[in-house]
C-alpha cells in the first residue's frame, strides 16, 4: 500500500526543472528584479542563469560575439540612464569582452556584468585569475556563493549604481548549480560620500557670473546624472550666457541658445562665438584635451570655474576646480544668480538663436567630392541631417569618421547621441552597440554611422543589429582605410599598405542579411535612401558612402596641430 501511494505521488507531482533552486537561479531572479533587459551570449558557465529568465519571458538578446554583450549592455544605459545587465561564460567568453568592460569602466556606465568563472575548488589549465583581469582594468568582483546569491547580486547592482562603474559578477563553474543555503548577512555599503556645496563658494562663483560680460556654461554627463540640468538652464537665461555641452550631454539644454558639443565636434561658426567667452562655467565634464580643442576651444584669458563632485584630474591647469556635489550647488546658484538687468551676451549675438544657425548648414566645405573623386564626407553628413527622421538615435562606432557625425547630426536629447568606444579608443563596437540602442528605443530611428575598419572588426554582430532593430540605418563612411592611421603616418612617410582595406559593399553584405541598401558614389544617391525612408515603416536601410581619403575631420586635425 505504501509503494502504491509512493508511486501515485510520483506520477502527479510536476517535474522538477533543470534551472531552479540553486546558485544561479537566485541570481537570475535578482537579475530580473533589478534590471529591464539581459543581453549575452551562452555558454558552459552561464546557461543555468539565461535559461532561468528566457524561460520565464525576461527580455534576452544574444550576441554573436562575446565583445557586442558589454557593448549591448552599455549602449542600452547611455540610452535610457537605467542600470544595464550582460553575461557571458567564462575564460575566453570573458576576455572576448574585455575591451568593452575597459570601455564601460573608463565611461563610467554602471552595469552588472554576470559571468560564468573557474570552479571554486581551483582552477583548470583552461582558466585565468578572472577577477585580477577585472582589477587591472578598475573593475570590482563580487564572487556568487550558494549562501549569498541573492544578496551579493543585489549588491553588485547597489555598487554599480553608488559608483557609477560596472562591477562583475562571477558564478563558479562548480557552484552554478549548488542548492542554496541559508544566507549569510553581507555588511551594508558604506555611504557615498557627500560634498556639500560651500556657502564661500557658492558668492563666488555667483558674482563672478553675473559680472562677466560673456558667461558660457559647459554641461557634461555628470550634470544629467545630478538632475540638475534644468536648474543650470535657468541660471543661464537669467545670466544671458550661452550653452555648450559634452557629448555625453549632447542637446541636454534643449536651448535655441545652446553653441552645441565642445571640443573637436564644434562647428566653425559656433566656434567663432565660443571664443567670444570671458568666463567659462563648466559642470560634471571633465574639461579634457578633447573638450578644450587641445587648448584653442576658448580664449587664453578666460577665466573657467570647473565643478563636479569627483577629485580634480588635473587636466586643465588654468582652471579653478571646486569639489561640490552638482545639484545642490546648482540650487545655490539659482539663489543668488539676480536676472540681468541690462544687455547680455545674448543681445549681442541674436543669430545664435535663429535655426540657420543651428542647422546642418552651411556646411564648412560643401563641395561634393574630394580631391580623390570621391564623396566629400562633410557635404554626405549634412545632407543626412536632413533626410533622416528627426525622432533618431545616432550611434557610432569609433575612427577618424567619427568627426562629422556629431558636427551634423542633431538628437533630440543627450541619450540619443550614443558613442560606444571612444573612452577606451576602441573601434569595432558600432554593430554591438546599435543593437542595444535599438533594444532601448525601439520607438527611435536607429541611425548606426561606421567606418569601414570598425565595421569589418564587428561584423559578427551585423546580424545582431538587424534582428534587434525594428526600423534603422547603417550608414558606413567608406574610405577603404584605417583613416586614423592614415592622416597620422602616411602623412609621415610611413608606409600605407597595412592602412588601406580592399573596398568593401557593406550595402551587399546587409541585403545578403535581409537589410536593403545602396553603394553611394554621388549626393544624388541619397535619394534612394530617402525615398525607402518614405515608404517603409519597418526594416533596416544600409547605405555605403564611398568617402574621400583626402578630407580630414578637424578634431584630427587640431590633434595633428597640437602633436606638431
Known amino acids: 500500500m505504501t509503494t502504491t501511494s509512493t508511486t501515485s505521488r510520483q506520477s502527479t507531482a510536476a517535474p522538477t526543472l533543470p534551472d531552479e533552486g540553486h546558485v544561479s537561479a537566485a541570481v537570475a531572479d535578482v537579475l530580473a528584479e533589478r534590471a529591464g533587459h539581459l543581453f549575452g551570449l551562452m555558454g558552459n558557465g552561464n546557461a543555468h542563469l539565461i535559461s532561468r529568465l528566457t524561460r520565464r519571458g525576461f527580455p534576452f538578446t544574444s550576441a554573436r560575439h562575446e565583445a557586442a554583450t558589454v557593448a549591448m549592455a552599455d549602449a542600452y544605459h ?3 540612464g537605467g542600470v544595464a545587465a550582460a553575461t557571458t561564460t567564462y575564460g575566453a567568453g570573458f576576455t572576448n569582452a574585455y575591451t568593452t568592460l575597459a570601455e564601460a569602466r573608463l565611461a563610467r556606465i554602471p552595469l552588472v556584468f554576470v559571468v560564468g568563472d573557474a570552479p571554486a575548488r581551483g582552477r583548470r589549465p583552461f582558466d585565468i585569475d578572472q577577477a585580477k583581469a577585472a582589477e587591472a582594468a578598475g573593475v570590482t568582483t563580487l564572487v556568487a556563493h550558494p549562501d549569498n546569491a ?14 557609477v562603474q560596472p562591477v562583475v559578477l562571477a558564478i563558479p563553474y562548480d557552484l552554478a548549480t549548488a542548492p542554496l543555503q541559508a544566507p549569510v548577512p553581507l555588511e551594508p555599503l558604506p555611504a557615498k560620500p557627500a560634498w556639500p556645496a560651500a556657502a564661500g563658494d557658492l558668492d563666488r562663483v555667483a558674482e563672478q557670473l553675473a559680472s562677466a560680460q560673456r558667461p558660457l556654461i559647459l554641461a557634461g554627463r555628470g550634470v544629467l546624472l545630478a538632475g540638475a540640468t534644468a536648474l543650470l538652464r535657468e541660471v543661464g537665461d537669467r545670466l544671458g550666457a550661452l550653452f555648450m555641452t559634452s557629448v555625453m550631454a549632447a542637446n541636454a539644454f534643449r536651448s535655441e541658445w545652446d553653441l552645441g558639443i565642445a571640443g573637436g565636434f564644434t562647428r566653425s561658426h559656433r566656434l567663432d562665438v565660443a571664443r567670444q567667452a570671458d568666463l567659462i562655467l563648466v559642470v560634471g565634464a571633465s574639461l579634457n584635451t578633447f573638450q578644450t580643442r587641445y587648448g584653442t ?9 570647473r565643478l563636479d563632485n569627483g577629485p580634480d584630474a588635473g587636466q586643465n591647469a588654468g582652471a579653478e576646480y571646486i569639489r ?3 545639484l545642490p550647488f546648482a540650487e545655490g546658484l539659482l539663489e543668488r544668480v539676480p536676472a540681468a538687468a541690462s544687455r547680455t551676451w545674448r543681445d549681442a549675438v541674436p543669430e545664435v538663436s535663429g535655426p540657420d544657425f543651428r542647422s546642418s548648414s552651411p556646411v564648412e566645405d560643401p563641395v561634393e567630392f574630394g580631391a580623390d573623386g570621391r564623396l566629400n564626407p562633410r557635404a554626405v553628413v549634412a545632407a543626412l541631417d536632413r533626410i533622416l527622421p528627426a525622432e533618431r538615435s545616432v550611434v557610432m562606432d569609433g575612427g577618424h569618421f567619427i568627426g562629422w557625425a556629431p558636427m551634423y547630426l542633431s538628437v533630440p536629447d543627450p541619450h540619443a547621441m550614443v558613442l560606444v568606444g571612444t573612452a577606451f579608443q576602441s573601434i569595432g563596437l558600432g554593430f554591438g552597440s546599435a543593437a542595444g540602442v535599438s533594444v532601448a528605443r525601439p520607438e527611435r530611428t536607429t541611425v548606426l554611422v561606421s567606418g569601414d575598419g570598425g565595421g569589418l572588426m564587428g561584423l559578427s554582430d551585423f546580424e545582431t543589429f538587424l534582428r534587434a532593430t525594428r526600423r534603422g540605418v547603417v550608414v558606413v563612411l567608406n574610405d577603404s582605410a584605417y583613416g586614423a592611421e592614415l592622416h597620422q603616418y602616411a602623412a609621415k612617410g610611413l608606409h600605407s599598405q597595412a592602412m588601406l ?9 546587409g541585403r545578403a542579411l535581409g537589410a536593403d541598401g545602396i553603394k553611394a558614389h554621388t549626393l544624388a544617391d541619397l535619394g534612394q535612401l530617402e525615398s525607402w525612408l518614405a515608404t517603409h515603416d519597418d526594416g533596416v536601410f544600409v547605405l555605403d558612402v564611398a568617402i574621400s581619403q583626402k578630407v580630414i575631420a578637424e578634431f584630427m586635425t587640431e590633434s595633428l596641430a597640437a602633436k606638431g
Open 324 to 326: 561640490a556635489d552638482i
Open 150 to 163: 541573492a544578496a551579493i547580486t543585489h549588491r553588485a547592482f547597489d555598487l554599480a549604481l553608488q559608483t
Open 297 to 305: 576651444l576658448f580664449p587664453a584669458d578666460a577665466r573657467i570655474i
Open 78 to 80: 547611455r540610452a535610457t
Open 501 to 509: 582595406i580592399d573596398e568593401v559593399d557593406f550595402a551587399a553584405v
